[in-house]
C-alpha cells in the first residue's frame, strides 16, 4: 500500500514509447512542472556483465538554480507499470526518502530492475510497446539564499554566498554555533572561514533523509579540490554536530576497505569513540595473520591501550 502522504502528493506519469532504443545516455521525458518546478524523469541502461539493471531518476532543474542555495527533501515512490497486467494494477515500485541541493539535483535508482525483467517481463514486448512510469511524491523544499519573514534571522557568509538560516535551528544542531550566538552573543550577521559546499553539506547533514556517500563523505578545501583532503568527521568536529557524526559511523561501518583501510577507520574510531564501528572493525580481523599484520604495523604503536587491548585479545578466537 502506498505511503498516503505519496499518493496524496504530486504524481508524475511518462509513458516513453522509445524504450528499446536506450543506449547508455539513456532517455529523459518532457518537462513536468509542478508550482514553480520543472522535474524531468531519465532512464538509464547499465550493461555490465554483474550489474545489469535499468535505472530510473528524476532531476530538479529550474532557471538560475545554479545561483541559489536550496536543499531538497523528498518522499517518493517511483512506479514501473506492467503493461500486460496493467488493469489489475501489477508493477515493481521503489519508495525511498532523499536530499539534494543545486550541486546534486539528481536523485532515483541507478539499477531499479534488471534488464531481463525490464525487457522479458511484461513491460514491453517489441519495438512498438511502451513502458509508463509513475513517480508519486512529496517534497520540502528549503532555499537558504533569501530571507523568509518570520523564519530566518540570521545571515552566515561563507566566501561569496549568504546564507539566510533561523538562528535557533542552526544552535540546536551544532554546538559551534550554539557558542558563537548563544555564549558570545553574536547578532545577525556572521562570517565563517568554510567553502560553501561544505557549509552546504553541514546543512544538508541537519536532516534526516540526509545520506553519506563516497561522493560526498570526502572533500576539499580548495574548488578545485586540490587542497588539502578533509572528510565529513572534521567537518562533524569542528561544527560540533552529533547527528553528523553518528550518520559518519554508520557510513563506515557499511564502507568497503577499498575506500578507506582497516587501519585508518580505527584510528577513526578511536579518536571519535565510534564504539559501533570499532566492534565491527576487530570483527574484520578473521585470522590470527590478520591480527599480528595490524601489531607489525607502524600504526599500531600510536593507538591507544585500549584499541590495542582489544586487538590484541581477538588472537584469542582463534586459538
Same mark, same amino acid.
Given at each position: 500500500m502506498m505511503n498516503p502522504l505519496i499518493k496524496n502528493g504530486n504524481k508524475i506519469r511518462w509513458k516513453c514509447d522509445e524504450i528499446t532504443y536506450i543506449d547508455k545516455k539513456g532517455l529523459l521525458s518532457d518537462v513536468h512542472k509542478? +508550482?514553480?518546478f520543472e522535474w524531468k524523469i531519465k532512464i538509464t541502461k547499465d550493461e555490465s556483465k554483474y550489474y545489469g539493471g535499468v535505472g530510473i531518476f528524476m532531476s530538479l532543474d529550474f532557471e538560475n538554480s545554479a545561483n541559489k542555495t536550496w536543499i531538497c527533501e523528498i518522499d517518493a515512490e517511483i512506479v514501473l507499470v506492467k503493461q500486460e497486467d496493467r488493469i489489475q494494477g501489477k508493477s515493481i515500485s521503489k519508495k525511498f526518502n532523499f536530499c539534494f541541493d543545486q550541486k546534486h539535483p539528481l536523485w532515483g535508482f541507478p539499477r531499479f530492475t534488471d534488464l531481463d525483467t525490464f525487457m522479458e517481463g511484461g513491460f514491453i514486448e517489441n519495438? +512498438?510497446?511502451?513502458i509508463v512510469i509513475e513517480v508519486f511524491f512529496d517534497f520540502k523544499y528549503v532555499e537558504f539564499g533569501k530571507h523568509i519573514?518570520?523564519?530566518t534571522d540570521l545571515i552566515v557568509s561563507v566566501e561569496d554566498a549568504d546564507f539566510y538560516i533561523n538562528k535557533g535551528f542552526l544552535c540546536a544542531k551544532s554546538k559551534y554555533f550554539f557558542d558563537m550566538l548563544v555564549n558570545k552573543k553574536v547578532e545577525a550577521n556572521i562570517k565563517i572561514d568554510i567553502s560553501p559546499r561544505e557549509f552546504r553539506l553541514?546543512?544538508?547533514?541537519f536532516y534526516s533523509c540526509f545520506t553519506i556517500c563516497d561522493d560526498n563523505f570526502y572533500m576539499a578545501f580548495d574548488a578545485d579540490e586540490t587542497?588539502?583532503?578533509i572528510n565529513l568527521v572534521d567537518l562533524a568536529n569542528r561544527f560540533g554536530v552529533p547527528d553528523l557524526h553518528y550518520k559518519c559511523e554508520q557510513y563506515l561501518i557499511t564502507q568497503k576497505e577499498d575506500s578507506m583501510?582497516?587501519?585508518?577507520k580505527i584510528e577513526l574510531a578511536e579518536q571519535n569513540d565510534y564504539e559501533n564501528l570499532m566492534k565491527r572493525l576487530v570483527l574484520c580481523l578473521k585470522?590470527?595473520?590478520d591480527v599480528k599484520k595490524i601489531k607489525e604495523s607502524e600504526e599500531f604503536n600510536g593507538f591507544k591501550d585500549t584499541t590495542k587491548i582489544r586487538i590484541l585479545a581477538r588472537?584469542?578466537?582463534?586459538?
Open positions: 509542478i +508550482d514553480q519495438d +512498438d510497446e511502451f519573514p518570520g523564519f553541514i546543512l544538508a547533514s587542497g588539502p583532503k583501510s582497516l587501519i585508518q585470522t590470527a595473520k588472537l584469542l578466537d582463534f586459538y
